[in-house]
């Protein structure tokens, strides 16, 4: 027990916080929570994204924000609004190369001020993109807001599982609901064969979901269609002609 209490008026006007998890990095993270926030945003809800990623702030590129918010006569941050979702990143505040090498207790400091100084206004969720791991950014994320539930994120790769279920035991601490594993990253299929191959390996999101009793939300292919996506700053997930934007758009309507 960290004697830190979630507090329920933290974010007043927010129905909904879903922390998006990973037990490291690079596994497509990021990505999910961009095209989960975004595919919720298109089933008509109204969505704040917000990036905690502090190490490495990718969300605003993955939605091709690169303006500055605003401030209120107050002094309080107006959210850059982005597909009709509202977002706040790390990245808007640091310099463009500013490597961020704060430690545990700035790290804490800067983002209990991002929540309090934000104008998020009225929300049915808030999505946010945790950094990878169990460490400082996550504990003090779990304390400070009230997150609703979790959404964890592995590839089939049996590191990757071991890892996410690092992240499930720190949820388990904290008493964050985990709403359920996605699994990313799962098959290719091979454009010029249409063959199916499993790059890193088959089923381990499925068999994580099992053993630990959680739900499966979906599995989202290897597609460079997610990439160029994520590069572009158009989440693929709005994309009503691919079908990786289907699953993903299931995914989406599976969390919410
Ligand atoms: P993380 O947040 O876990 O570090 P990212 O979301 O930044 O991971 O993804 C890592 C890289 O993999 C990015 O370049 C991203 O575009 C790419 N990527 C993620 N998911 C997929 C996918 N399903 N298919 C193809 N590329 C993906």
């Known amino acids: 027990d960290t004697g830190v209490d979630a507090d329920e008026q933290v974010l007043p006007g927010v129905e ?20 989960l926030a975004a595919g919720l945003s298109e089933m008509g809800a109204r969505v704040g994204l917000f990036d905690a990623d502090v190490y490495g702030p990718n969300v605003p590129r993955m939605v091709d924000a690169d303006e500055r918010p605003q401030a209120t006569q107050d002094e309080r941050l107006i959210p850059v609004e982005k597909f009709g979702m509202k977002l706040m990143s790390m990245d808007f505040l640091v310099g463009e ?39 400082d950014t996550q504990l003090s994320m779990l304390q400070t ?4 539930g979790s959404v964890i994120v592995t590839t089939p790769q049996e590191v990757a ?16 609901p985990v709403l359920g594993i996605v699994e990313n990253m ?26 630990s009793d959680m739900p499966f939300l979906g599995s989202i292919p290897i ?29 989406a309507a599976e969390t919410a």
């Open 16 to 35: 909904n916080i879903i922390a998006v998890a990973s037990g490291k990095g690079g596994v497509g993270k990021s990505t999910i929570a961009v095209n």
């Open 145 to 148: 807001v009230p997150v609703s």
């Open 186 to 211: 799962s098959t290719f299929q091979c454009p010029d064969c249409g063959s199916e191959h499993h790059i890193f390996g088959e089923g381990g999101g499925q068999a994580f979901a099992d053993e």
């Open 97 to 135: 190369d500013d490597p961020v090498i704060w430690r545990g207790p700035m790290v804490h400091k800067v983002l209990t001020q991002l929540w309090e100084d934000v104008e998020w206004g009225s929300l049915d969720y808030m999505v946010i993109d945790l950094p990878p791991g169990t460490g």
């Open 223 to 251: 597609d460079p269609a997610v990439r160029e996506g994520g590069d572009d700053g158009k989440p693929v997930v709005l994309d009503e002609d691919s079908e990786t934007g289907e699953a993903l758009r299931e995914f």
């Open 161 to 176: 599982v071991d890892d996410a279920r690092k992240g499930l035991e720190m949820f388990g601490k904290h008493e964050t």
